[in-house]
T-cell receptor, first 111, second 115 residues
Framework: RKEVEQDPGPFNVPEGATVAFNCTYS??????FFWYRQDCRKEPKLLMS???SGNEDGRFTAQLNRASQYISLLIRDSKLSDSATYLC????????????FGTGTRLQVFP | NAGVTQTPKFQVLKTGQSMTLQCAQD?????MSWYRQDPGMGLRLIHY???????DQGEVPNGYNVSRSTTEDFPLRLLSAAPSQTSVYFC??????????????FGEGSRLTVL
């Protein structure tokens, strides 16, 4: 079983739609969680961190469910510019400091 | 402030050749790492380092060597290239203490083709 699993998509949604991605992780002792965004043929970049209490950044909301070992990302009012691959990232249990990436979920927003 | 710089951006090798992918960062980050990205496989960790003189294996280390003689540099060596090593390689660095330890800064990637 992979350490971090995501639905590869693609998710094809119209502008203005709300879309949600989930990600599951296998190690219950994992310590930190993040969402990264990767545009086609570019390097990944941090989108947001994920906290147990949930966090919001504009149209983006991330949540963590430790009991079920999954992370979610909600995008409201989708824009064409949101089209990208969204990568779920986990830092494993201490003392490791390495980041493990999911395979990514591709989002395509159409007019 | 250049961030993370990788060279070369493109390389074509023949099976059995060796080469080194260079990576340098100017942010004084303790942590540096190499990933490869293949279609359908996502980013897979090859090797990483938490400081000069310290390296460790990731998920897919076979066929690759690394060293960390300085904080700034983390080269990745392909010992005897194989077609299975055709991929896009990313170098990335981050802090290991204080805020922002989850933010990896990536280089632009190196596209390697092994014939």
């Amino acid at each position: 079983r992979k350490e971090v699993e995501q639905d590869p998509g693609p998710f094809n949604v119209p502008e203005g739609a709300t879309v949600a991605f989930n990600c599951t992780y296998s190690n219950s002792a994992s310590q930190s969680f993040f969402w990264y965004r990767q545009d086609c043929r570019k390097e990944p970049k941090l989108l947001m961190s994920v906290y147990s209490s949930g966090n919001e950044d504009g149209r983006f909301t991330a949540q963590l469910n430790r009991a079920s070992q999954y992370i979610s990302l909600l995008i409201r009012d989708s824009k064409l510019s949101d089209s990208a691959t969204y990568l779920c990232v986990v830092i494993g249990p201490l003392p490791t400091d390495k980041l493990i990436f999911g395979t990514g979920t591709r989002l395509q927003v159409f007019p | 402030n250049a961030g993370v710089t990788q060279t070369p951006k493109f390389q074509v090798l023949k099976t059995g050749q060796s080469m080194t992918l260079q990576c340098a960062q100017d942010m004084n980050h303790e942590y540096m790492s190499w990933y490869r990205q293949d279609p359908g496989m996502g980013l897979r960790l090859i090797h990483y380092s938490v400081g000069a003189g310290i390296t460790d294996q990731g998920e897919v280390p076979n066929g690759y060597n690394v060293s960390r003689s300085t904080t700034e540099d983390f080269p990745l060596r392909l010992l005897s290239a194989a077609p299975s090593q055709t991929s896009v390689y990313f170098c990335a660095s981050k802090r290991t203490s204080g805020s922002g330890t989850g933010e990896l800064f990536f280089g632009e990637g190196s596209r390697l083709t092994v014939l």
